[in-house]
């Protein structure tokens, strides 16, 4: 990086701060923090991108880093963050919140919807009757009532319980996140979760400020 990429980094990140400021006088405590979250990212994806030197003519051009962090709102990013609490609150550790909060995304997008792949695409169960997913997990009557599988702390409740039970440690530590997401939740592809993992990490390590090291 230059001396000039890096003045231009740098008035950028004190511009984003003066902004948080400003927000902790109107916002409250809750939204802070996601503004905090954000500012804390842009920050990082500016500095990277200044980093990308322009290319010479002619040259093959390299796109600049992308953050997948920067890809969810502030709604999707508060889903994680209650499903993180909810593996926190039963002494699981970050790679599981990772992989609640990989399904999550492979099921929903972090997206607390009230319907599922029967209203949306006709999918049915074995038995050919309609499936009842809703909510962040997709889960079906049998993981509990609307109520419990509408609300995300519960429904995040309910799969890490069924995760613990179907992929019993200590080989849960050492199973690959899409197979015990797949174990858990009893869908068709067992290899359906696995391209939502790097981002799920991120989010994860991100939001905790921890790390759950290198990538499997």
Do not use: K
Not at 24 to 43: D, E, F, R, T, Y
Not at 66 to 90: N, S, V
Not at 193 to 210: D, F, I, Q
């Amino acid at each position: 990086m230059t001396a000039a990429q890096r003045r231009r980094a740098a008035a950028r990140a004190r511009r984003l701060r003066i902004a948080l400021a400003s927000a902790i006088s109107v916002l409250g405590v809750g939204a802070v923090i996601w503004v905090a979250v954000m500012v804390n990212g842009a920050v990082q994806s500016f500095a990277a991108a200044d980093a990308w030197d322009a290319p010479s003519e002619g040259a093959i051009v390299a796109q600049p880093p992308d953050d997948p962090f920067l890809r969810f709102t502030a709604e999707q990013l508060a889903h994680a963050q209650t499903i993180m609490a909810a593996g926190r609150d039963l002494g699981l550790p970050l790679r599981d919140q990772a992989v609640a909060v990989m399904t999550a995304m492979g099921e929903s997008s972090l997206r607390n919807i009230d319907y599922g792949d029967w209203e949306t695409s006709g999918v049915t169960n074995p038995d050919g009757s309609p499936t009842t997913s809703i909510g962040l997990f997709q889960q079906q009557d049998g993981w509990g009532s609307r109520e419990q599988r509408l609300d995300p702390y519960t429904a995040a409740t309910l799969f890490y319980r069924a995760m613990v039970a179907r992929v019993p440690d200590p080989g849960r530590q050492q199973t690959e996140p899409t197979e015990i997401a797949h174990r858990t939740q009893i869908n068709r592809d067992p290899n359906h979760y696995a391209r939502y993992w790097p981002a799920a990490v991120t989010v994860v390590e991100r939001l905790s400020g921890g790390s759950l090291g290198p990538l499997p």
